[in-house]
């Protein structure tokens, strides 16, 4: 993942600026992107990115483990690298270091294990979490048949590993997907902080979508502060 200037990578803007109201206000350029949709997004969530507008919304607000290339070839992301062992049932992902969220916390194994078992939980609904299922223990942790994911692994700080059920060749392409984007772990409740339905850091305004810094970044001074709400 490049280091880009925090305002590059913080701020997605549809229809309006980050920030902004629609209010016609001019802005730098080099900190927006805007980008149309026939029809809007389901939600700003990972969890939740069940059609394409959503999706697209997720793949440029997001970050996962890997990430596809204009020309589809797959790449590293947040992490920098993964190697495969046992006959591919193992997958160790090494997890790039300095990157940290938009509130300043640090990406780390468990922030990984979080976002998917956010994903598979049963309340979560988001409805496509099959790319997640190749990890033993996902599909029946998504069913209610299991109060674990027992192929999910923290190695230090540093790594997580993945066991699968079988060999699967194309699984780090699966991490590609939007659903399995990594979040940071929401923060506690509390008043008008979080609303229903959205992604950590993100609002969403009936056509109009404003989500700034969810994505991971790699910070190259101090960690950004958290938005005031």
Same mark, same amino acid.
């Given at each position: 993942? *490049?280091?880009? #200037?925090?305002?590059?990578?913080a701020?997605?803007?549809?229809?309006?600026?980050c920030?902004?109201?629609?209010?016609?206000?001019?802005?730098?350029?080099?900190? /927006?992107?805007?980008? @149309?949709?026939?029809?809007? #997004?389901? $939600?700003?969530?990972?969890?939740?990115?069940?059609?394409?507008?959503?999706?697209?919304m997720?793949?440029?607000?997001?970050?996962?483990?890997? /990430?596809?290339?204009?020309?589809?070839r797959?790449?590293?992301?947040?992490?920098? *690298?993964?190697?495969?062992?046992?006959?591919?049932?193992? @997958?160790?992902?090494?997890?790039?270091?300095?990157?940290?969220?938009?509130?300043?916390?640090?990406?780390?194994p468990?922030a990984?294990? /979080? $976002?998917?078992?956010?994903?598979?939980t049963?309340?979560? *609904?988001? &409805?496509?979490?099959? +790319?997640?299922?190749?990890?033993?223990?996902?599909?029946? @942790?998504?069913?209610?048949?299991? $109060?674990?994911v027992?192929?999910? &692994?923290l190695?230090?700080?540093?790594?997580?590993a993945?066991?699968?059920?079988?060999?699967?060749?194309?699984?780090?392409?699966?991490?590609?997907?939007?659903?399995?984007?990594?979040?940071?772990?929401? +923060?506690p +409740?509390?008043?008008?902080?979080?609303? $229903?339905g959205?992604?950590?850091?993100?609002?969403?305004?009936?056509?109009?979508?404003?989500?700034?810094?969810?994505?991971?970044?790699?910070?190259?001074?101090?960690? +950004?502060?958290?938005?005031?709400?």
């Amino acid at each position: 993942m *490049r280091a880009l #200037p925090v305002t590059t990578l913080a701020c997605l803007v549809v229809t309006t600026a980050c920030g902004g109201g629609g209010d016609g206000q001019s802005h730098s350029r080099g900190s /927006q992107l805007t980008y @149309y949709e026939t029809y809007d #997004p389901r $939600s700003l969530d990972p969890a939740l990115s069940t059609d394409v507008p959503t999706g697209e919304m997720v793949a440029l607000a997001y970050d996962g483990l890997t /990430q596809f290339d204009p020309d589809g070839r797959l790449l590293p992301a947040l992490a920098d *690298r993964w190697t495969v062992a046992r006959g591919g049932l193992r @997958y160790v992902f090494h997890l790039r270091a300095g990157v940290r969220f938009h509130d300043g916390t640090r990406l780390t194994p468990e922030a990984v294990r /979080q $976002s998917f078992l956010r994903v598979l939980t049963p309340g979560t *609904r988001g &409805g496509r979490a099959w +790319p997640l299922y190749p990890i033993a223990g996902a599909a029946a @942790y998504a069913a209610g048949r299991s $109060s674990e994911v027992t192929g999910i &692994g923290l190695l230090g700080d540093s790594a997580v590993a993945f066991d699968l059920a079988e060999p699967l060749a194309i699984f780090p392409k699966f991490l590609a997907m939007p659903v399995a984007a990594v979040v940071p772990a929401l +923060p506690p +409740p509390t008043s008008g902080s979080i609303r $229903s339905g959205a992604a950590p850091g993100a609002s969403w305004r009936g056509s109009t979508t404003t989500t700034c810094g969810s994505r991971a970044i790699r910070t190259t001074g101090p960690a +950004p502060r958290p938005p005031t709400r």
